[in-house]
Each structure stands twice: as structure tokens, then as C-alpha cells.
């Protein structure tokens, strides 16, 4: 008993371990080669990017400046294990080492923002700056209506973006010869360097008149004019390059004339991250993405700051919502996790009271029956070979046959090797009964246990009833309910036969075009259809299902993962019967095909609802009534179900059909569903649905209604009559007759 106890409780821990699995990320570096406002801009873009990407996670180092320091980070972060660099290089020919060695290992690298003179990278993603350069040169031109005096403060010496706005600055400066640039400082693109410099300048050049500085950056800008103002008045125009968003940018200070001009840089943190994504699922990506910016000047600075501060606050609420769902998924996991911990404890409790109250009866047994010792050992191994073996042989049947099938046959290799653990333990624990009970057997003197032992064996054929799936375990297929699945997801299909089999005869399309085929040509009982589907959507499908003549009384139940109201609102605008959710729970499904399939035999007795004549009234000869005028009365009053405007356009059309073709002797359902446009199935399966009676049963309940009507108001004879209504035989005609109402035809004119 303890050795099974184990086992069960290894059995569950094994489920429960199997059933969790961490899915493999992206590690991907990011080497900044300083950290300043544009960066802290770019990297929160970054993260931004990474919310829409489970599978990605960020490490980022940032230099300050020093080419040493991020050659360090590099070679860290590659030992690291990433799986692909994002680098900004320092300088153009000091890093690239670095950048080689990465991707000399068969590591990506995504240069972005400044170059370096090395061709072995992935992919390059920045704006374009020596266009930037030159853009700015030509506004200052103009700003200083072609002539005047400039002073220019450069960026980090040796840094790609230094170098390409310089030669793009001066290039647009040689085409304006009245404009003269008076001194090129060289700044590292910090507010106090580019003060310092600036600062020394002016105090050996104090009567050198400056019209305007350009700051290949805003900090720049904003030192010198920081120097100009402790230093001499009026002070000259100020431009700089970056043109950030939010408090203290550079289009800030330039809505606030702290600067003429900026440009925007810009950061772009999600499209890079997004290119990084694709390189490393392997899409298709750009060898080089250049950026697109613009100037920013009075004139538009206003408009591009409040789309800044719309865009920062959106940026704050989608990075709020995120933080919620995260701390919502965390909750999420921690329950599930109490609840299988609960579920686990409540298991090992329960195998531990039936253990001990199986001990318990069997001590209380030996106890009790002391004097017959010998006999009591021979009964209490034969009991407990009964009370091992039939779970044993529980278990263990239904895994055989299990084993047979082939969605096990070719189930995932995790699954197989579990499958195969359940099936090795078992046996292993069968055989240690069979050792066990073999012992205590050799070495006992009672004779009879072979006897004993002959029917435990044979007990296994029994097990394999609850599990078959032969005709003779179930209900007749033929008098299954039909139902249609229209799904593209194999699997889901799969699970959903494992839920109805046995209870319904199913059909299967793998999407709308091939479920409205299959549906018109078995017209079955119900359609469970997905949304989500190539070639045609659930909605679609749905809407031609209830405007089709054949199908529109065909009840569907859309079963899809799209749960928001408006979702659920466009399902049943499309006609659906019903709405059901992933995930879902089997019995709810049960539930509802049993509820949808009632209402709808519910409609059986509306044949019978009188359909209006010709001259206003309720009553038509062919209808068709209850043998109880009262009960008549209550079925067409019952507040059930009533027929869709097809539904009663379908069955008038019946009746129309059968009015006019009944006297023909040798009419059938496949005449009618001829004039009704209808194969001999569909009308069959429409008319059933419908009516709950088949076309056959109702036509006869037709002539027999005429019949009586002719006897009753005319003076043909019984074999006219019969002739008259279509029926071949007189004496058949009065059979019918008879069981219908419960005399002959002759008795039915005396009433």
C-alpha cells in the first residue's frame, strides 16, 4: 500500500513538472556611448519596443565617453551570451575592434547612430548627418540674409556624426563667401565643455563681433550662450542640433528663444528594436535605414512642442498599462500556481486517508479472525491482490488501448516519454504484485489459490467496456444529432471530437468556404465554427449559413478568442446562436449544444400554425392539426422558439408544393426537393429540423387531412377520395385513415 501510495504521488509531481516550460528569449546587448538626455530618450524607446516582444530581453551599458570603457562593455557583453549587439560607437576608429570581434563569432551587430570604419556589421539604422550638417548651414545662411560672422563649437573629436555635420556645415558655408566663420571650437558634445571653450575664446577675442554660433548639439548651443551672456551684450543667435522633446529640449528652447534653431535627431528606439527582432527571426530586413528629421524654427516649434508633450504622455500611459499587466500577470501566475499546490495537497490527502483506512480494515480483519490464521493470510493476500489489481487493471487497460491510438501514436516526443514512464511503472508495479503474491502463495498449504488466482487475470478483459468505442457501447450513429466543425486548427478539431464523440455524429472543415459546402450538402443539426479563418471567416460564414434557404434554420455557435463585446456584438449581428470564448470549459459547450438542439425540437409542433388564406382567414386545408383542439391551442400560444422568417418562408413553400402535387399517386420526396430546388437529403434533413416529422410522414398526414375534409364535405366515395389525395390503394388509404383518427373512412361521415 505505501509502495502504490509513492507511486501515485510521483505520478502527480511528474504532471505537474511536466507541465511547465520556459520559452527561449532574444538577449540583446545595447552599448551606448555615452548617457544623456538623447540617449535616456532612445534607450526608454527601447523598452517601449520590448513590451510589444515577450521574448526579448535588454542589457544596456553606457560608456560616458571613453572608448576604453565601452571596448570593455562590448567584450562583457558578449561573454555575456547575447544574442545580438546594438552599439553607438564613441569614435569611428577606436571601437571597431571591438565590433569586429563580435561579429566575427556569428553574433549580429546593428550600428545605429554614429559609424565606425569597419564594413562588419549587420546593419546600420541613424539619421543622415551630414545632411544635417549642411540643412543647418543653409538656414543659418539665410538666417544672416548671406552675410555675417559664425562661430562653430564641434562635437566629441573623431565621433562619425562630429566629422559628417562639420564637412556638411562647411560645405553649405562655401556657397555664402560674405558669410565668415570666425572660430572652430572643439567641444565633446557637453553643455561645460562647450562653455569652457567658448569661454576662453571670448576672453582673448572680446571685441571679435559673433553674429550667430552654431553648437553641433543643443547642450552645446546652450554653454556657449551661457559664456556669451556672463561675458558681453547683445548677445549673437544661437542654433544647435537634436531638437529633443519635453522639459528643458531643445524645442522647448526654442519655442522659448533660448535658441534660434535646432534640428531634430531623431531616436527612433522602437524601429530599432524592431530590426533587431527581425534580423534575429530571421525576416527580411534593410542593410541601411536612414531616419528622417526636419528643422525646427519659431515658426513650428509651438506645434511640435505640444505633439511632443501628446506623444511623451501617451508614452507614460502605454508604459502604466504595462506595468499593470505585468503586476495583473504576476497575480495571475501566482494563483494558479496556489491553486495547483491546493489541488496537489488535496490529492496526497485523500490517497493518504484511503491508505490508512485501508489499513485500518484490514487490521481490524486479522485482528477479528486470529484463530484462523492461516486462512486469514490467504484472505488478506487475495483481498489485497483485489484491491491492487482492479486499479492496477484500470489503469493499465486504458493505457493499452491508449496506446493503440494513433493521435498518441504520433504525439509530441515529451509526451511519449511520460506516456511511456505511466506505462513502465505500471507494469513494473504489477510484476512487484505478481513477485509478491507468488511468495506468500509458495509458502502457504492451502491448495485452493490457483482457483483463487485464475479469475484476477481474467478480470482485465472487462476494463476495455467503459472505453470502447464500438457501435455496441453507443447509441446508433444514424440517430446521432449532426454536428458541423469549421475550424483551420486541426487540434482544436481534435479536442473538440474527444468532447462530443459518442453523443453526436460529427463533420469537419478546415474553413468558411469548405463548412458552407459541407453544410448545404449535410444539413446538419448544429455548426460550431471558429472567427479566425483563412479563405472565409466565421462571420461570414455564419451570415451565408443563415441567409442560405438550405441552412438558415441550422442553429451556430461561434467559438473563437475574441472576447471583447464588440467582437461578441459583430457574432451575433452575423446571425450566430450563440457566443462561447476561449478557453472554454467542455460542459458549458455540452450545455449549450443541448439547450440550442432542445429549442429547436421544440419547433416540431409548428407545423401545425395555421398559415393565412387567401381570403384573410387562418385556416388552410392542408394544414396540418393535433388530434386535441386544446392542445392545438396551447402549442401555437406556447411562448417556445418560434420560426425564423426563413423558417415559415420554407415551410410555406412546402406546403405549397404538396397542395398542388398531392393527388399524383406516384409524387416523391425527390419531386418535391426538385421543385423546391432541394436534393432529396436537404429536404429530408431541412424538413426534419424544421418539423421534427419527415417530408414522407408529412405528406401522408397531408392526403389523410384532405381526405377527411373530402368525405366530410362531399359525396365521392371512399375509393374516389382515396384515388383524389393520391394514394394508390383503397384499403391502404383506410389503414392510414384508421391510425390516424381512429376509425375507417366510412365512419367518419356519421360524425
Given at each position: 500500500m505505501q509502495k502504490t501510495l509513492a507511486y501515485l504521488a510521483l505520478l502527480w509531481a511528474a504532471m505537474l513538472v511536466s507541465c511547465s516550460s520556459d520559452s527561449n528569449k532574444y538577449r540583446i546587448g545595447v552599448s551606448q556611448c555615452s548617457a544623456d538626455i538623447w540617449r535616456d530618450k532612445q534607450n526608454a524607446e527601447l523598452k517601449m519596443g520590448a513590451y510589444f516582444h515577450d521574448n526579448v530581453e535588454l542589457c544596456f551599458a553606457a560608456a560616458y565617453d571613453s572608448d576604453e570603457r565601452?571596448?570593455?562593455?562590448?567584450?562583457?557583453?558578449?561573454?555575456?551570451?547575447?544574442?545580438?549587439?546594438?552599439?553607438?560607437?564613441?569614435?569611428?576608429?577606436?571601437?571597431?575592434?571591438?565590433?569586429?570581434?563580435?561579429?566575427?563569432?556569428?553574433?549580429?551587430?546593428?550600428?545605429?547612430?554614429?559609424?565606425?570604419?569597419?564594413?562588419?556589421?549587420?546593419?546600420?539604422?541613424?539619421?543622415?548627418?551630414?545632411?544635417?550638417?549642411?540643412?543647418?548651414?543653409?538656414?543659418?545662411?539665410?538666417?544672416?540674409?548671406?552675410?555675417?560672422?559664425?562661430?562653430?563649437?564641434?562635437?566629441?573629436?573623431?565621433?562619425?556624426?562630429?566629422?559628417?555635420?562639420?564637412?556638411?556645415?562647411?560645405?553649405?558655408?562655401?556657397?555664402?563667401?560674405?558669410?565668415?566663420?570666425?572660430?572652430?571650437?572643439?567641444?565633446?558634445?557637453?553643455?561645460?565643455?562647450?562653455?569652457?571653450?567658448?569661454?576662453?575664446?571670448?576672453?582673448?577675442?572680446?571685441?571679435?563681433?559673433?553674429?550667430?554660433?552654431?553648437?553641433?548639439?543643443?547642450?552645446?548651443?546652450?554653454?556657449?550662450?551661457?559664456?556669451?551672456?556672463?561675458?558681453?551684450?547683445?548677445?549673437?543667435?544661437?542654433?544647435?542640433?537634436?531638437?529633443?522633446?519635453?522639459?528643458?529640449g531643445g524645442i522647448q528652447q526654442v519655442r522659448d528663444s533660448l535658441l534660434d534653431a535646432s534640428y531634430i535627431y531623431p531616436t527612433h528606439g522602437d524601429q530599432l528594436l524592431q530590426l533587431a527582432v527581425d534580423i534575429l527571426d530571421g525576416k527580411p530586413y534593410p542593410k541601411e535605414t536612414a531616419l528622417m528629421s526636419a528643422i525646427v524654427t519659431p515658426a513650428n516649434a509651438h506645434v511640435l512642442l505640444m505633439e511632443s508633450k501628446e506623444i511623451i504622455r501617451q508614452s507614460r500611459?502605454?508604459?502604466?498599462?504595462?506595468?499593470?499587466?505585468?503586476?495583473?500577470?504576476?497575480?495571475?501566475?501566482?494563483?494558479?500556481?496556489?491553486?495547483?499546490?491546493?489541488i496537489s495537497l488535496a490529492l496526497l490527502l485523500l490517497l493518504l486517508v484511503i491508505g490508512i483506512w485501508m489499513l485500518f480494515r484490514q487490521r481490524t480483519r486479522i485482528q477479528r479472525e486470529r484463530t484462523e490464521m492461516e486462512r486469514e493470510q490467504l484472505d488478506f493476500y487475495t483481498q489485497v491482490s483485489h484491491e491492487l489489481r482492479t486499479p492496477l487493471t484500470l489503469i493499465e487497460g486504458p493505457l493499452t488501448q491508449l496506446a493503440e491510438r494513433p493521435d498518441i501514436q504520433q504525439a509530441s516526443a515529451e509526451t511519449s516519454r511520460i506516456f511511456a514512464i505511466v506505462r513502465r511503472n505500471t507494469h513494473q508495479l504489477t510484476s512487484l504484485i505478481?513477485?509478491?503474491?507468488?511468495?506468500?502463495?509458495?509458502?502457504?498449504?492451502?491448495?485452493?489459490?490457483?482457483?483463487?488466482?485464475?479469475?484476477?487475470?481474467?478480470?482485465?478483459?472487462?476494463?476495455?467496456?467503459?472505453?470502447?468505442?464500438?457501435?455496441?457501447s453507443q447509441q446508433d450513429p444514424?440517430?446521432?444529432?449532426?454536428?458541423?466543425?469549421?475550424?483551420?486548427?486541426?487540434?482544436?478539431?481534435?479536442?473538440?471530437?474527444?468532447?462530443?464523440?459518442?453523443?453526436y455524429q460529427l463533420f469537419e472543415a478546415a474553413?468558411?468556404?469548405?463548412?458552407?459546402?459541407?453544410?448545404?450538402?449535410?444539413?446538419?443539426?448544429?455548426?460550431?465554427?471558429?472567427?479566425?479563418?483563412?479563405?472565409?471567416?466565421?462571420?461570414?460564414?455564419?451570415?451565408?449559413?443563415?441567409?442560405?434557404?438550405?441552412?438558415?434554420?441550422?442553429?451556430?455557435?461561434?467559438?473563437?478568442?475574441?472576447?471583447?463585446?464588440?467582437?461578441?456584438?459583430?457574432?451575433?449581428?452575423s446571425g450566430a446562436d450563440a457566443y462561447i470564448t476561449k478557453p472554454f470549459q467542455p460542459d458549458l459547450l455540452l450545455a449549450r449544444i443541448t439547450n440550442l438542439l432542445r429549442s429547436r425540437h421544440l419547433l416540431k409542433d409548428l407545423w401545425s400554425i395555421p398559415q393565412g388564406g387567401s381570403d384573410g382567414s387562418t385556416e388552410s386545408h392542408t394544414d396540418i392539426p393535433s388530434s386535441d383542439d386544446e392542445e392545438t391551442t396551447r402549442r401555437t400560444t406556447d411562448p417556445s422558439p418560434q420560426l425564423s422568417a426563413q423558417g415559415m418562408a420554407f415551410i410555406?413553400?412546402?406546403?405549397?408544393?404538396?397542395?398542388?402535387?398531392?393527388?399524383?399517386?406516384?409524387?416523391?420526396v425527390e419531386d418535391i426537393g426538385s421543385d423546391m430546388g432541394l436534393s432529396r437529403v436537404q429536404l429530408y434533413r431541412k424538413v426534419k429540423a424544421l418539423t421534427g416529422s419527415s417530408p414522407v410522414d408529412l405528406l401522408r398526414k397531408a392526403r389523410l387531412v384532405r381526405a377527411k375534409q373530402l368525405l366530410l364535405t362531399t359525396d365521392l366515395s371512399v375509393s374516389e377520395v382515396a384515388y383524389k389525395v393520391g394514394f394508390t390503394s383503397p384499403s391502404y388509404f383506410s389503414k392510414c385513415f384508421k391510425d390516424e383518427y381512429g376509425m375507417v373512412p366510412g365512419d367518419a361521415r356519421k360524425l
Open positions: 565601452q571596448v570593455q562593455q562590448i567584450d562583457s557583453l558578449l561573454s555575456m551570451g547575447i544574442d545580438l549587439l546594438i552599439v553607438a560607437p564613441n569614435q569611428v576608429a577606436t571601437i571597431s575592434p571591438a565590433i569586429d570581434r563580435a561579429y566575427d563569432k556569428g553574433i549580429p551587430v546593428i550600428v545605429f547612430e554614429r559609424k565606425t570604419n569597419s564594413q562588419k556589421y549587420t546593419a546600420y539604422m541613424g539619421a543622415d548627418n551630414y545632411e544635417m550638417g549642411k540643412m543647418m548651414g543653409e538656414y543659418i545662411a539665410s538666417r544672416l540674409q548671406g552675410k555675417g560672422r559664425v562661430m562653430e563649437v564641434m562635437g566629441l573629436k573623431g565621433s562619425s556624426p562630429a566629422i559628417e555635420r562639420h564637412k556638411g556645415f562647411r560645405e553649405a558655408m562655401a556657397a555664402y563667401p560674405k558669410v565668415e566663420i570666425v572660430a572652430t571650437l572643439q567641444g565633446d558634445w557637453t553643455e561645460p565643455t562647450a562653455y569652457k571653450m567658448v569661454k576662453e575664446w571670448l576672453s582673448k577675442n572680446a571685441d571679435t563681433p559673433i553674429d550667430l554660433v552654431f553648437g553641433m548639439n543643443d547642450r552645446s548651443a546652450m554653454g556657449a550662450r551661457k559664456a556669451f551672456l556672463e561675458t558681453q551684450t547683445p548677445t549673437p543667435l544661437f542654433c544647435g542640433i537634436d531638437g529633443l522633446p519635453g522639459e528643458n500611459e502605454l508604459e502604466l498599462l504595462h506595468h499593470k499587466a505585468s503586476d495583473y500577470m504576476e497575480q495571475l501566475a501566482a494563483q494558479r500556481l496556489v491553486n495547483i499546490l491546493t505478481n513477485k509478491m503474491l507468488d511468495v506468500q502463495v509458495k509458502g502457504t498449504r492451502w491448495q485452493a489459490i490457483p482457483v483463487e488466482d485464475a479469475p484476477l487475470t481474467a478480470s482485465i478483459d472487462p476494463i476495455s467496456s467503459p472505453l470502447d468505442d464500438t457501435p455496441s444514424e440517430e446521432m444529432p449532426t454536428v458541423l466543425i469549421v475550424d483551420d486548427n486541426a487540434d482544436i478539431r481534435t479536442y473538440l471530437h474527444t468532447i462530443l464523440q459518442g453523443q474553413d468558411g468556404k469548405e463548412g458552407l459546402a459541407v453544410a448545404r450538402e449535410q444539413v446538419p443539426d448544429l455548426i460550431i465554427s471558429d472567427v479566425m479563418m483563412p479563405v472565409m471567416n466565421g462571420l461570414e460564414f455564419c451570415l451565408h449559413v443563415k441567409t442560405d434557404e438550405v441552412t438558415s434554420h441550422i442553429p451556430v455557435i461561434l467559438l473563437t478568442a475574441r472576447a471583447l463585446n464588440r467582437h461578441q456584438i459583430e457574432g451575433y449581428e410555406t413553400r412546402f406546403k405549397t408544393v404538396v397542395e398542388e402535387r398531392m393527388g399524383n399517386s406516384e409524387l416523391s
